[in-house]
């Protein structure tokens, strides 16, 4: 099996380049890179001298307004945001929520959509391509309107921790209450309803994945007696590391810094995850706070990035190693 | 390695049940209030106290004031709503059409509030909710640029051609494309947006952006565009740059700015709005205002009424949301020495007009918006107000009707020609017919006799017109001395009614 | 064909491998699982009937069934794979969508808001002071068993104190010689005060004290009415609801969703939510708006949307080539440096984007002044409006372009790449005859998405520019960067008031099917692509 893993080496280590193409290539790739670079970087500092600006504004006209000289008032955003919030705000709930919320639904999304195109890759059944289409159209259905909907639904599911106990009294000894935890104003509802949502395009992103894995794989493993679920666990599923890693971080980062959903479904500011409770700062017509804003959009681009830092060497290369291991 | 980070996985999913979800305490004696952010963190710093003095508890949830509205809308119907909220005041329209808030009354309380603050809480004769702030814009001045503050718009386009020969950049600037900030202008010269009906409340049918006075605002404002006295494309951010720059000498903005105005240390005064030569002495900019209404959702209005009276309504309150938030305040014994600046705003506020809570509103904004980003793009200004006022009258069409599906002659005549009884909109026999371009007829054979008719539209009475066009006018008067085939006209586009008897 | 033809053999129940303690492990744990959910799905689905919740009841019974019949028909196996996928799927996508569908079909907008059970709800709340009832100050008393009275006081005629004790339930009695304040305790009730008073309030504001036809209520903060009646009163028999303050019957008008009183045009409010067929859709056609500018939305719709695919692809995967490449140095960090403008929330990075190419002030129109001597009107020219969009929209896409093409390129077997080596194949054509279409394979389906996200990014447009600049001269306000859901949006919810749920339903539906046309186009595409990867 791991002879055949390794016919899905990595490109780049095979690549036959001459060594003057190199040369110029490489004075290119950096010019290019260089380039990249810049375009990718400047408006990020831009928001990064926003957020040491003290006047609250998105200033359209220098990069650091204050000047050097006021190099500690420069940080009145960071302090304000880390000190002066924490008596209002519980600031650092709103990033544990945010964590909590985004591993979860992470872990929850990759683990299901992974089964799913799984089953889309490898079987063929009746209806296959129906519902492949279906669900690329759900995912286009714009879904502006969908969000009364959802909170109605997560309202109604948590009268349910009411309404059981009295429709059924003889199973009123079981606390109900956990149902509360799946609706309005938790984070359980919040995970529910991101999870709904991230299904659709992540299972064919995945499944085009799977498509390019050589099913021979497979084959020899039913060979050798294993079950459909033994050669996806312990088979397949490290093969395909890097979409898990693409798919992975998309979904974090997707959730991470939703604030719409979040915004309709979590009430209490205890309950807030850091974007809504960032978005707060600027959801008036005149007082926007920009300058709390964009310090606080710093601090939460910081996990995200850590994130793809830890799982680079997943989505790049690294697969021949990940077929051997598994 | 995939034992580990299985055992990961279970840990964050353990540390998240344990932080998931948490049961709120709801019992007789608490309120749940919905607050933007600041009176957020004030009514949270003020619950222990309530909790002393009153025994009620307070659960302050903060939702922006954009959103108050609609979430209570939402959640107020399946009892996930609040107790009291903090609303604008051009909300109300909105709430008390669908009976979300409940009428409050200050009988006794009237000295102590500002007659303006609680006109902007009044909606349809009764006052439904108590004002903490309004707010209005003025004129903001650099002092040293400009000495004198200028009286007339007139004054102000000498004043900007003096700057700016002198080498300053501009005498006077304004957000560009924004209703809200450029209707002091409009006013001055004697525009409006709606009219005023006989009984004091607005005619929509009315709208004054291309009146006289309106056509002359925009051509004021067409002018300095024009000739190149003020920039386009300026938003709030452009605004204070320009200010704090000392490139622009003027600006017009609210008291939300207050502070900013004050860090940029520049030398000011906030004046009035000026007039215009042929128009009024003062502009008149919009007022506005926040406050707390009691929500008709809630199973605790009473408590929620004790709260408001014996709480909120108190001077002692109403200071201390003024020393937080820094607008001028609706209650007449709160002291506003501490904020220099409030004077200034309230002096220009003494004219202010309140903006219209009328539904119909919500046509305008856009339409007038547009024309006049037109306009500071050069276009022609009368035509682009001319084109925004038949924007809006499309609009608010729209909005009050909908699509014409059916017409039907409504009256006491409709039992004789064959329906069921009189007065029935949804009868098929007395249908009109649709002749295109808006025209619907209908001829009958009317058996003598003396009657009243409407026409209604869409089967139901929703939509119905009666003498002399009006929406939800007077019945016509039909009297036949015989038996008499008369024909029945409704025009939707002027929505005149005529008939071949009346009308031969 | 033949491999995936034994791979679809659905294991019989998972008696395949009797031995294997972990398969039979396996089985118990489904069987036992199923029987969890299933004993739950029961519990949640009576929940729901019995809250007269039918459509959430039908949902989970639709789930519940459903999550059986995929374990236990052995045809289905593949279904087991996303039965997790497919429940929350079906509450959390489907239902909702099923929704919109159904509220394109009312009038549900801001004058009726409430179903007719809610409005009658509201309605029947209201309570008034009939004519010739008394008003009293009152006190609120409460005995050892927690029941309620009041101590109901005015000024009678001739100015003497007149006072009635009102216990629940009980007559009320008048109080002969009554003192002028009221008594701490009273036949066995307490006044109740400060933190017990309000603690009371709501409770006693809901009871009826007196009896039969002598009844008190309390009416408001101060006042108590003796009697106090409920204003409106509905009678489902005949659907009509009679104000007994004014003796007027209104007729439920189940056509316009108003309460109308009869013989006359007025209508009660809160109106609530009826089905009115296709009205929406007609309208929508009827719609003076539609008279408008809307071919040249439509077609911008489609540049844009095409235009931020392409982009984004294109240097997204240029830098995930570039940056695969060995020889790049440092490449861990420039690939970190490249993904934040991902990292950074939409919002944010939208409007600095605003702020730097504003027209006055920002950074970009001053560089390229100071440098050309071109002052850039970005946001009043429309053509320049419109290149801002997609530079824009290049910076917040490309990161997630790359990410997705990063991965997808690891799945390309190195194989081809020699075999094609072999064969003579310069750079060029290796890419464009086997990177292309073998990335194609797996992201292809992505490319549509993102095709269908921006013909719907309404927050792009909104936040950038707002649609404008303005197109002069069109019937309702357009702006020459409106795309279709901006434009039709502001159609069905004004800007501030005349929010239209019914008529935005009917629009999504619309937007959808034009959108799905377009997407059935391309996923024939992907049928082909698929074929691609089935030979490899």
């Not at chain 1, 709390?292 to 060497?313: E, M, N, R, T, W």
């Not at chain 3, 392409?310 to 861990?332: C, E, H, S, Y």
Request: charged content about 15%; aromatic content about 12%.
């Amino acid at each position: 099996m791991s002879e055949k893993a390794k016919k899905v080496a990595h490109v780049e280590s095979r690549m036959v380049v001459s060594t003057r193409d190199k040369l110029v290539g490489g004075t290119i790739r950096y010019i290019v890179i260089a380039l990249a670079v810049i375009f990718a970087l400047f408006p990020v500092v831009f928001i990064v001298s926003s957020a040491f600006n003290p006047a609250g504004t998105l200033s359209t006209q220098s990069l650091i307004p204050r000047g050097v000289e006021n190099f500690e008032e420069l940080f009145t955003n960071f302090r304000a945001l880390m000190v002066d919030e924490l008596e209002t705000y519980p600031f650092w709930n709103w990033i544990l929520n945010s964590f909590v919320v985004a591993s979860i639904t992470t872990v929850l999304v990759v683990l299901i959509t992974a089964m799913s195109a799984y089953s889309f890759s490898r079987f063929r059944f009746y209806g296959r391509r129906t519902m492949l289409l279906g669900i690329l159209l759900i995912q286009v259905f714009p879904n502006l309107l969908a969000m009364v909907a959802l909170f109605l639904i997560l309202n109604d599911i948590g009268r349910l921790a009411d309404t059981i106990p009295e429709a059924l009294p003889f199973l009123s000894f079981i606390d109900w209450s956990w149902i509360k935890r799946f609706s309005l104003d938790s984070i359980g509802g919040l995970i529910l309803v991101y999870m709904g949502g991230a299904m659709g395009i992540n299972t064919w992103l995945m499944k085009g994945f799977f498509d390019s894995i050589p099913r021979e794989i497979d084959e020899s493993a039913t060979v050798d007696g294993a079950t459909h679920w033994q050669t996806f666990w312990q088979l397949i599923f490290p093969l395909v590391r890097p979409i898990l890693a693409v798919v992975g971080v998309l979904s974090f980062v997707g959730t991470f810094n939703e604030f719409v959903l979040a915004r309709l479904v979590l009430r209490d500011t205890d309950s807030w995850t850091l974007m809504v409770g960032l978005f707060n700062f600027i959801n008036s017509d005149f007082n926007r706070d920009w300058g709390k804003f964009a310090a606080g959009a710093l601090i939460s681009g910081l996990p995200v990035v850590a994130l793809y830092l830890a799982l680079q060497d997943q989505i790049v290369g690294g697969l021949t190693q990940g077929a051997v291991k598994g | 390695m995939l034992r580990k980070k299985f055992l990961f996985t279970v840990l964050v999913i353990a540390l998240a049940l344990g932080t998931m979800g948490r049961l709120l305490a709801q019992d007789d004696q608490s309120l749940l209030i919905w607050a933007d952010a600041e009176r957020a963190v004030l009514l949270t710093d003020l619950a222990p106290q309530v909790e002393a003095d009153l025994g009620i508890t307070l659960e302050i949830q903060e939702i922006g004031l954009g959103d108050a509205r609609d979430q209570l809308l939402v959640a107020g119907p399946v009892g996930e709503g609040p107790d009291l909220v903090i609303v604008a005041h051009d909300t109300l329209g909105l709430l008390v059409s669908n009976s979300a808030i409940v009428p409050l009354d200050f009988a006794g309380m009237e000295d102590m509030l500002f007659p303006s603050a609680l006109n902007l809480f009044t909606y349809q004769n009764q006052v439904w909710g108590l004002p903490y702030a309004t707010e209005n814009v003025a004129l903001i001045r650099n002092v040293d640029l400009v000495p004198e503050a200028p009286t007339t718009w007139q004054q102000v386009r000498t004043i900007s051609e003096e700057l700016q020969a002198a080498g300053n950049q501009y005498g006077f600037i304004v957000h560009t494309g924004n209703t809200y900030h450029n209707f002091p202008i409009t006013s001055a010269f004697g525009g409006y947006i709606f009219g005023r009906s006989e009984d004091g409340g607005f005619n929509v049918a009315d709208i004054g952006l291309a009146s006289e006075g309106g056509l002359a605002a925009a051509e004021w404002l067409s002018g300095m565009y024009r000739d190149g006295l003020m920039p386009t494309n300026v938003n709030d951010d452009v605004v204070f740059e320009l200010f704090t720059s000392g490139d622009a000498a003027m600006f017009i903005t609210g008291p939300w700015y207050s502070q900013r105005i004050i860090d940029t240390g520049i030398n000011y005064a906030i004046d009035p709005i000026p007039g215009a030569e042929g128009g009024l002495e003062v502009g008149a900019p919009f007022s506005g205002g926040q406050g707390f209404v009691i929500s008709a959702f809630s199973e605790k209005q009473l408590l929620a009424e004790t709260f408001l009276y014996d709480f909120l309504a108190t001077t002692e309150f109403m200071q201390a949301i003024f020393d937080q938030g820094g607008r001028p305040p609706a209650f007449v014994d709160v002291d506003t020495s501490a904020n220099p600046n409030i004077a200034g705003f309230s002096a220009a506020g003494a004219t202010a007009i309140p903006m219209p809570a009328i539904p119909e509103m919500g046509a305008v904004w856009a339409a007038s918006d547009s024309a006049l980003t037109l306009i500071s793009q050069g276009e022609d200004a009368t035509g682009s107000m001319e084109i925004a006022v038949a924007q809006i009258a499309e609009a608010i069409n729209i909005l009050q009707t909908g699509a014409v599906v059916s017409a039907t002659v409504a009256g006491s005549l409709q039992e004789e020609l064959g329906c069921p009884g009189d007065w029935q909109p949804e009868c098929e026999a007395t249908f009109m017919t649709d002749s295109g371009d808006g025209i619907w007829t209908a001829t009958f054979t009317v058996p003598a006799g003396d009657y009243e008719y409407k026409v209604a539209l869409n089967g139901g009475w929703a939509e119905n017109y009666g003498a002399e066009g009006a929406r939800d006018g007077a019945n016509i008067v039909l009297s036949l001395a015989a038996d008499t085939e008369v024909t029945f006209t409704f025009d939707y586009n002027t929505k005149l009614i005529t008939d071949s008897v009346n009308n031969p | 064909m033949s491999a995936a033809g034994s791979a679809s053999s659905p294991p019989s129940g998972g008696a395949g491998l009797p031995s294997d303690p972990f398969n039979l492990l396996f089985t118990i744990l489904r069987y036992a699982g199923l029987m969890l959910l299933n004993a739950l799905g029961l519990v949640i689905i009576y929940g729901f009937i019995s809250d007269d919740n039918l459509s959430l009841a039908i949902v989970f019974a639709v789930i519940t069934v459903g999550a059986n019949i995929i374990t236990f028909v052995p045809a289905l196996y593949p279904l087991r794979w996303m039965t997790p996928g497919l429940m929350l799927v079906t509450l959390l996508v489907i239902y909702p969508i099923i929704i919109t569908v159904v509220t394109s079909t009312t009038n549900y907008n801001n004058f009726h808001l409430f179903t007719k059970a809610q409005a009658v709800r509201l309605l029947e709340r209201q309570r008034y002071v009939p004519e010739g009832a008394a008003t009293y100050a009152y006190q609120i008393f409460q005995n050892e068993a927690g029941e309620f009275a009041l101590w109901l006081s005015r000024e009678g005629e001739g100015g003497a104190l007149e006072v009635a004790f009102a216990p629940a339930g009980a007559p009320i009695v008048a109080v002969a010689n009554p003192p002028a304040e009221p008594p701490e305790t009273y036949e066995g009730y307490r006044l109740l005060a400060g933190a017990d008073r309000t603690a009371a309030l709501t409770a006693a504001g809901q009871t009826v004290f007196g009896i039969g036809d002598d009844t008190a209520q309390i009416s408001s903060r101060r006042e108590a009415a003796r009697p106090l009646v409920q204003r409106y009163v509905y009678d489902p028999a005949t659907d009509r609801l009679t104000d007994n303050q004014t003796g007027t019957v209104y007729v439920a008008d189940n056509k316009t969703g108003f309460f109308t009183r009869e013989n006359s045009a007025e209508t009660l409010s809160p109106g609530f939510r009826v089905s009115i067929g296709l009205d929406n859709f007609s309208r929508l056609v009827s719609d003076p708006g539609l008279r408008g500018p809307l071919v040249d939305i439509f077609v911008w719709t489609v540049v844009f949307a095409f235009l931020s695919v392409v982009t984004t692809f294109a240097v997204g995967l240029a830098m995930a080539l570039v940056l695969n490449d060995p020889i790049v140095r440092g490449r861990k960090i420039i690939r970190s440096l490249l993904i934040i403008p991902y990292a950074m929330p939409g919002v944010i990075s939208i409007l600095v984007w605003r702020g730097m190419l504003d027209q006055n002030l920002g950074i970009i129109t001053r560089t390229i002044a100071d440098t050309f001597g071109v002052q850039l009107q970005w946001f009043s020219d429309p053509a320049l409006a419109k290149v801002a969009i997609i530079i824009v929209n290049l910076w917040l896409g490309y990161p997630y372009m790359m990410l997705v093409t990063s991965g997808a390129l690891q799945a390309i077997p190195s194989d081809v790449y020699e075999a094609a080596a072999v064969d003579g194949a310069n750079p060029s054509q290796r890419f464009w005859q086997i990177t292309m279409p073998l990335l194609l394979v797996t992201v292809g389906p992505l490319l549509i998405a993102s095709f269908v996200y921006n013909f719907n990014n309404y927050m792009m447009i909104e936040l950038l520019t707002r649609g404008d600049p303005p197109i002069p001269g069109s019937p309702t306000p357009a702006g020459y960067t409106d795309i279709l859901i901006s434009y039709t949006y502001s159609l069905a919810f004004g800007s501030n008031q005349g929010a239209d749920y019914g008529y935005a339903s009917a629009i999504t539906i619309v937007i959808f099917i034009l959108v799905a046309i377009v997407t059935l186009m391309q996923y024939r595409f992907t049928r082909s692509w698929e074929e691609v990867s089935e030979n490899v």
